[in-house]
């Protein structure tokens, strides 16, 4: 079965390094920060939360991409 992508936008604050999804995650595909893609983050399918490694600075624009 083929599965749409889904996109959850947040904004960071420079403290808050963790962020919960609130979509229908199956698998996360893509983190970026503004703009960037990254991977200093872990993902925890039971509580649907990203948490980076590094608090994103304040006002960053942080994309979650999943399906």
């Not at 083929?2 to 420079?14: N, V």
């Not at 808050?16 to 893509?30: M, Q, R």
């Given at each position: 079965?083929?599965?749409?992508?889904?996109q959850q936008q947040q904004g960071g604050d420079g403290v808050e390094d963790d962020?919960?999804?609130?979509?229908?995650?199956?698998?996360?595909?893509?983190?970026?920060?503004?703009?960037?893609?990254?991977?200093?983050?872990?993902?925890?399918?039971?509580?649907?939360?990203?948490?980076?490694?590094?608090?994103?600075?304040?006002?960053?624009?942080?994309?979650?991409?999943?399906?």
């Amino acid at each position: 079965q083929l599965l749409a992508e889904g996109q959850q936008q947040q904004g960071g604050d420079g403290v808050e390094d963790d962020f919960i999804l609130t979509g229908d995650v199956h698998e996360i595909l893509k983190v970026t920060v503004d703009g960037e893609a990254t991977t200093a983050y872990t993902y925890d399918s039971t509580s649907q939360t990203v948490t980076f490694t590094e608090a994103p600075a304040n006002k960053a624009v942080i994309v979650v991409t999943y399906k």
